[in-house]
């Protein structure tokens, strides 16, 4: 981008890019528009035109527009200007060194310009370039590599030296840490900056497809995947494949001819996905598999924003610029990053001490801890220089230069002890003391009573010593010369084996990690690992055991890497570490497993090793062929259909892995016949025999050697058509058959238990009237029996007096009976229809109560303990006669004295009344047997029919009606009827 940019005026650049956004299409609608926050003018940029993307050493955005370079700080903007001495506001380019320093590209200037972070100077060589720089980039060493439109230069600090002459140099894009590609027109070239005292660069050679010249541009860049594939992307396509040397073994080619890629892929933190900026397209989301990329969307209001650069900064976050729309920021995953935000003005974290089994950040002026809820740094003790810091129970020490301070937390004691030539780390032995190293030849071992020299047989003088690392009962000492030290009880053992930077052990076998690589030792053998054994980057900088026995986390600057049965995989990168701080005591991994703490200069650092978006990109899958019986189906069609006949159906599963071709296996399912997954290996073919008929569909996923699963799965469908007699419209004729048949049956049913109904109750009908008859003539015998004795004695005996007055009594005796006969009859078989409301049941009550008549003389006392709002689904007219029945039998019952009890409320979900006399009470027989039958009566008078119509009512009304009697001790009739809601 600089490049073209030094070809034409600040102002034509704008007008290019923008006739380019008018006739860039834009992103389709249906785009995901990620969470992201834009700033812009009306935010404190200078300019909505942002060419660069960088970060400085603090942490700070630095964003270059071509009004300026602006400063982000998190809170505000800070612009540098002509004003402030830069050759023009036109900015291409910021890069960072460790020190402050910042070099910055302008349109008015061949090479960059110097800021210390208080002024702006000049370029401090003497040379002249013949075009301007565009393209910037410092290695390992702190060499700036420049590039322009005829050649590679590098400036180490004293010359400006030129490293390769070509036409059209693009953007210096890193491999790994100690490798660079940059691309042009003429092809690519390979940068080895591991010297530091010079640079290798040879051409990047293709095999396996050829390119043209003009394939390349300064667009074009070179990145590694964590897994070890390698993606060389051009304008309009993207080769992908393994980089062994100085050679790019191309395995497949993914061609982008709808779009023009503008920039190198940006490798989101902690995943496999990929960023790319398209000059027509705009943002692209691509997951390095063979499908297209997926649009992003920036901005809510427009679609259309033409991409400037890329960046991902220390805590994962990925930075957008855009020619007129400003910067977008995309949380991503990542690390996270506890910057000045925590309350400390310099993050700058020398290294990590230990308060009981927690890290806490040593800082220029104190101690740190870490509140894991408000994500604060809290100072524990405030001192100058602190070297290091140990606490366990009552017990602190603080290293610092060049000094050692006890104190006790119990008694208060304090204690100060020299340390020699300084303090370089601290930490505890077995035995309970302090193991101390210095940078001197005198190593140190302190207790709360007093401090000496660590002197055991055999040890050796060491100069240096870095660190102090404790695994279990063995102590080590590491130096950056002499190598590592390893004592256990009184056995000393000197691992001579270069610049060691970490180490760890288990039962079997010890890591030691040097600046040149792994070196493991067992069975006492030692072995050691670098690039070619798939190390990324050299210099090893933290091993710590995992979880799993024999399995241990090694950490290079750049690349965390699992090392099992006895080979590196690379699992997860990192975001690069300084080469400065990039020791054992500035990485910890917690006592979860998991979390790993990253002491920086820009702050504390967390990555979770076990989150689900790390590790090695797993295999693409495929289903590579599909036999039914003796033929082959198309495994691209997705589906086939065969006759319930056929035999065998077969499937051969395809795994692509650019790592480990070997290790891939397989999950499979055929749902449908399979409960749960199954795995094969690699190669052998699944076959199911004589499957019923129906619908199958395989599903396949792809394992890598880490067990991480192919992010989507291959299905293919089988559908097994079954005959006839077994297909859907057979067995719907036949079940509709079968439910006519069934009908015509129910029907003729229902009409037979219809008649035996009517037959059956025409028959209870003339019973019932049989009944009812014979109870009349019952209770009219005797009348008539007396009406025809007088009819005989009429003519006899009609002229005396005497039997004409006895005849007339008698005559109206009977005439007398027969009408309350008659008026009793038609009273008990007066037919009501029960409409059941809710309703007050105490009025029903009151009513019958107040039609009941008690006999003249009778010391009967009647108590009415009925309350008011009790409702209940009932009828009015029938709850009345019912309660006044009730009553009147209990009140003959007692005759002459007693008490009538009527009570009513609510239990059991229902609405009780209870009508409760002190009578003579009735026999269990007698209630079973015949309370309720009608026409059965122990009075003198009445038909035997008021209860039986009471029960009646009762149940009408859905209601119940029991009796709870014992001779001599009364009678209780319990009503019980539906309260609301029941």
Not at 240 to 250: A, E, I, K, M
Not at 316 to 321: E, F, I, K, L, Q
Not at 456 to 471: K, Q
Not at 659 to 686: H, Q
């Amino acid at each position: 981008m600089a490049r073209l940019s030094s070809r034409v005026s600040s102002s034509s650049k704008f007008i290019f890019f923008v006739v380019l956004g008018v006739l860039g299409a834009g992103i389709p609608a249906s785009a995901q528009l990620v969470p992201n926050r834009t700033y812009t003018q009306a935010d404190g940029l200078p300019s909505d035109y942002v060419t660069h993307i960088s970060q400085d050493q603090l942490g700070r955005m630095w964003f270059a527009t071509e009004k300026g370079v602006a400063m982000y700080d998190g809170d505000r903007f800070r612009t540098l200007t002509v004003r402030d001495g830069l050759p023009a506001n036109f900015v291409y380019q910021v890069v960072h060194q460790a020190d402050g320093t910042a070099w910055i590209a302008t349109a008015g200037s061949d090479l960059p310009v110097r800021w210390d972070g208080r002024r702006i100077s000049p370029f401090p060589a003497e040379a002249r370039l013949t075009t301007p720089v565009g393209h910037m980039r410092l290695d390992g060493h702190g060499r700036l590599l420049l590039t322009n439109r005829n050649s590679l230069l590098v400036w180490d600090g004293r010359r400006l030296a030129e490293v390769v002459t070509q036409t059209d140099m693009g953007e210096i894009l890193p491999i790994d840490a100690d490798r660079f590609a940059s691309c042009g027109s003429q092809g690519c070239h390979l940068l080895d900056t591991s010297d530091p005292d010079s640079i290798r660069v040879r051409p990047l050679l293709v095999s396996g497809i050829s390119v043209d010249p003009g394939d390349y541009s300064i667009y074009s860049a070179l990145v590694a995947l964590p897994g070890g594939e390698t993606h060389l992307v051009l304008t309009t396509r993207i080769l992908s494949g393994r980089l062994q040397g100085d050679t790019l073994h191309v395995a497949r080619v993914l061609p982008f001819t709808t779009m023009t890629l503008q920039h190198a892929v940006v490798r989101q933190a902690g995943g496999t996905g990929w960023l790319l900026g398209s000059r027509h397209q705009g943002l692209l989301k691509w997951n390095g598999e063979t499908r297209l990329p997926e649009p992003v969307r920036l901005h809510h209001r427009s679609d259309r924003v033409l991409i400037a650069s890329l960046f991902q900064d220390y805590e994962g976050t990925v930075w957008v610029s855009s020619f007129g729309a400003g910067v977008v920021k995309i949380p991503e995953w990542g690390a996270r990053l506890i910057d000045r935000s925590a309350g400390v003005q310099d993050p700058h974290i020398w290294r990590f001490g230990m308060d009981h089994d927690r890290p806490v950040a040593v800082l220029k002026d104190g101690v740190y801890r870490l509140d894991p809820a408000s994500e604060r740094l809290l100072p524990i003790w405030a001192i100058d220089q602190p070297r290091g810091y140990l606490k366990r129970g009552e017990q602190t020490w603080m290293g610092h230069f060049p000094y050692v301070t006890y104190r006790d937390g119990r008694t208060g004691a304090r204690r100060q002890y020299p340390a020699g030539d300084g303090v370089n780390d601290m930490e505890w032995a077995p035995d309970g003391s302090v193991w101390i190293a210095t940078a001197g030849a005198h190593q140190l071992r302190a207790t709360p009573t007093g401090m000496d020299t660590l002197r055991m047989p055999g040890l050796p003088t060491l100069f240096g010593v870095e660190d102090i690392v404790r695994a279990g009962n063995t102590m080590w000492l590491l130096t950056n010369d002499r190598g590592a030290v390893r004592i256990a009880a009184d056995t000393v053992t000197h691992y001579q084996v270069g610049d060691v930077r970490s180490v760890a052990e288990s039962d079997s076998m010890r890591l030691i990690g040097t600046t040149d690589g792994l070196v493991v030792i067992r069975n006492g053998t030692m072995e050691r690992l670098d690039t070619r054994h798939g190390l990324v980057g050299t210099a090893v900088i933290g091993i710590f055991p995992a979880s799993e026995p024999g399995v241990f986390w090694v950490i290079t600057r750049t690349q965390i890497h699992r090392f099992r049965l006895g080979r590196l995989e690379r699992y997860r990168s990192l975001l690069p570490l300084r080469p400065y701080f990039a020791t054992a005591n500035r990485l910890h991994l917690d006592t979860d497993g998991r979390t790993l703490h990253v002491a920086s200069s820009f702050g504390w650092l967390l990555y979770d090793l076990l989150a689900e978006s790390g590790g090695t990109p797993p295999p693409r899958v495929s289903i590579a062929g599909v036999r039914v019986d003796t033929t082959d189906a198309d495994p691209g069609a997705g589906r086939f259909t065969l006759t319930s006949a056929s035999g065998t159906v077969e499937f051969r599963f395809l795994g692509a892995s650019f790592i480990d071709e070997a290790g891939v296996r397989f999950r499979y399912r055929l749902e449908g016949a399979d409960p749960n997954w199954s795995e094969i290996d690699r190669g052998t073919p699944v076959r199911y025999a004589q499957l019923a008929p129906g619908t199958y569909t395989m599903r396949v996923k792809a394992v890598n050697a880490e067990g991480m699963e192919s992010a989507e799965e291959a299905r293919f469908v089988v559908e097994i058509r079954p005959p006839y007699w077994m297909t859907g419209w057979f067995r719907s004729g036949a079940f509709i058959l079968l439910l006519i048949a069934s009908l015509l049956l129910v029907r003729r049913r229902i009409t037979q238990v219809r008649e035996e109904v009517q037959r059956k109750g025409r028959q209870r009908q003339f019973e019932a009237i049989q009944r009812i008859g014979a109870g009349i003539a019952h209770d009219m015998k005797n009348t008539v029996f007396s009406l025809s004795l007088l009819a005989k004695n009429l003519e006899k005996r009609f002229d005396q007096p005497e039997f004409r007055r006895d005849a007339i009594e008698t005559l109206e005796s009977s005439l007398d009976y027969l009408s309350r006969l008659i008026e009793r009859f038609h009273h008990q078989s007066d037919h009501h229809e029960v409409r059941c409301i809710p309703a007050d049941v105490g009025q029903s009550i009151r009513q019958a109560l107040d039609r009941l008549q008690l006999p003249e003389g009778s010391d009967i006392r009647v108590v009415d303990r009925v309350g008011s709002g009790l409702v209940a689904l009932h009828d009015r007219q029938a709850l009345a006669r019912v309660v006044e029945n009730l009553a009147i039998n209990a009140i003959e019952a007692m005759g002459s004295g007693g008490t009538l009890t009527i009570s009513a409320g609510i239990g059991d979900g229902v609405c009780r009344i209870d009508v409760e006399d002190t009578g003579p009470g009735m026999s269990a027989e007698y209630i079973r047997k015949k309370l309720f039958q009608p026409f059965h009566t122990t009075k003198t008078k009445g038909f035997g029919l008021g209860l039986y119509t009471s029960r009646e009512l009762v149940l009408a009304q859905g209601g119940t009606l029991e009796v709870e009697s014992k001779p001599g001790k009364g009678t209780r009739f319990r009503i019980g009827l539906p309260i609301l809601g029941t």
